[in-house]
């Protein structure tokens, strides 16, 4: 099966540019997370979607993120416009519902540079 | 709130030595779960076990072994006759609520092992 698939895995781009990362979640899943990482602040959540609703976004730190999930099989992280400070590598993550099936299974990740 | 704690943050071993990643995590809830992710130079974070609340058994699997013990809010991680292929980075993380749908994941800064041949 194939896993948590994010695309691209590398994106550098200039400061005030939009810039969108995609996540394909594994088949099945019916929840969705995007997590960030970097030096400072470590792995934290941005977002989550439970069947392609955002049920918390607390994590998003500004306007500049949005988030959306168009159907089961699809999301999108964008930031516009980009700032340095953005930099950092962010995850896309899927899991099931159930008492017994909530392990959370990462992609590859997106590596942002912004210059 | 919940926290985790991984007080370690880089461990260095030689190759067959025994090492213990230390977890304490802080939660209100009475169910929860905690896990443990490798992330490997590679960069990828890889699922390792996952634990609830009211399982207290230790677990083992080949040289890993891990001790959940509620009483000191502890999920530590033993890795048995380290092999340089255990160089990573390993976190420790917890999920409240037992309702049946996914919440998220908080998680450690993190424990860089180094294993030298």
């Known amino acids: 099966d194939a896993g948590v698939i994010q695309s691209p895995r590398h994106e550098v781009t200039e400061m005030g540019q939009e810039v969108t990362l995609r996540c394909k979640p594994i088949?099945?899943?019916?929840?969705l997370f995007w997590y960030r990482q970097t030096m400072m602040r470590g792995l934290e959540l941005l977002i989550y979607f439970n069947n392609n609703v955002p049920i918390d976004d607390s994590g998003m730190p500004e306007d500049r993120f949005s988030a959306k999930m168009p159907n089961a099989s699809f999301s999108t992280l964008k930031i516009q416009p980009s700032e340095p400070r953005d930099s950092a590598v962010y995850f896309c993550?899927?899991?099931?519902?159930?008492?017994?099936?909530?392990?959370?299974?990462f992609g590859a990740g997106t590596r942002l540079s912004v210059l | 709130a919940q926290k985790v704690t991984q007080a370690q943050t880089e461990i260095s071993v030689v190759e067959k030595e025994d090492v213990t990643l230390d977890c304490v995590y802080e939660t209100r809830d009475t169910t929860y779960y905690l896990f443990w992710y490798k992330q490997p130079p590679s960069g990828e974070l890889v699922f390792l076990i996952r634990?609830?609340?009211?399982?207290?058994q230790n677990e083992i699997s080949g040289r890993y072994s891990w001790n959940f013990q509620k009483s000191t809010s502890s999920f530590n991680f033993t890795i048995t006759a380290s092999q340089v292929v255990d160089s990573a980075v390993y976190f420790c993380?917890?999920?409240?609520?037992?309702?049946?749908?996914?919440?998220?994941?908080?998680f450690g800064k993190g424990i860089t092992l180094s294993v030298r041949p």
């Open positions: 993380a917890l999920s409240e609520g037992y309702t049946g749908a996914n919440s998220k994941l908080t």
């Open positions: 088949s099945g899943h019916n929840s």
């Open positions: 634990r609830n609340s009211f399982d207290e």
């Open positions: 993550a899927s899991s099931r519902a159930g008492i017994a099936k909530n392990i959370q299974y």
